[in-house]
């Protein structure tokens, strides 16, 4: 590891060397393995991309079909799991949930305790197959209906889709979704990725590592900001306000407007690039303009008032919401595409493993005497 001086939050210091992802901010360039996001965006699908985040290379046909078949097979999660699920989708909100069912599911994984190479690669496409049946399951059960098995025939978006809504989704829907989980499959080190590879780091097994990913994805400022935008979208529409005025009141006030702006990219987020149009093209399907044009207005807005650009964050609220997912629902919904990230970035941390430990500056009291309590 190299460690040099930063600002607060680590900004500036290098923390691993990794293989799976990287970004130019200032050309707002996302690459995965070396293969630009744009053509991902456009030609892959997710499962090709989970294939690429483990081996590091894309997969020809037969490659992928074996992953296919992998990640039908480990979907249905073990009944200890699914015997937890009605107590969790009555008591948990969403992520909370994911966090104690992801922990639940080593109990019952059929390689146990073996940290081998070969044993986590197994464990990662079982982690991949089950996070979107956990999530879709969940919200089915809290809303009193059974739930939809999970389909073998169906992509892990289609498949998705058809367990939250028990309807098959058309395949231009299926498409959009499956760019989704390919938009946020990776991104180099953030903040749930870095909790990821702290743990494995310490050899914690691998859903421990997990966990911790969620636990990070969890929080507002950054899984969670997704969930916030829509509230925003929420707000203006329950109060009728003009976009513009609500951003400028928001930015008066000096409070947070969250899906705009990024530690790394100063220039636009590839990935909202494609979000953007995938919200326009959703809102002419539905018929159902307001989540497109308020976002767009807004966008324009920040940009004459801050010169800020929109992130991943800001227009996936509008496709969630178009397709018909809770907004609940969306961080877990980001997790379902980042988990392929997060069990790589295991996977290369034990590959090449120290452990992490940062220094640190200390900035309390001086060296001082004990003062005996008769004294204080």
Known sequence: ?????????????VAA???????DG???????????IHDLADHATFEEVIYLLHHLELPNEAELGRLREQLAADREPHGFVMDLLPGLAQRTQPMEMLRTAMSATQADDPDGEDNSEEANYRKAIRICAVV???????????????VVPPDPNLSQ???????LTGE??????VHMFDTCLVLHADHTMNASTFSARVSAATLSDIHSAIVAAICALKGPLHGGANE????????????GADPRDYLKGKLERHEKVMGFGHRVYKTEDPRATHLREMAKTLAEKTGEPFFWETSRALEEAMMEEKGLHPNVDFYAASVYSYLGIPEDLFTPVFACSRVSGWTAHVREQYADNRLIRPDHEYIGPQPRSWTPMSDR
């Open 17 to 23: 060397q990794t293989a799976l992802s990287d970004i």
């Open 1 to 13: 590891m190299t460690m040099g001086k930063s600002g607060k939050g680590l900004e500036g210091v």
């Open 168 to 173: 098959k989704a058309d395949d231009e829907t």
């Open 26 to 36: 200032k050309q707002g360039k996302l690459w995965y393995v070396g293969y630009d």
């Open 132 to 146: 979107p049946t956990l999530v879709a399951h969940y919200d089915r059960l809290r809303n009193g209906l059974e």
């Open 228 to 239: 916030q935008v829509r509230r925003m979208l929420d707000e203006i529409r329950e109060t």
């Open 157 to 163: 978006a289609a498949n998705f889709l058809w367990m």
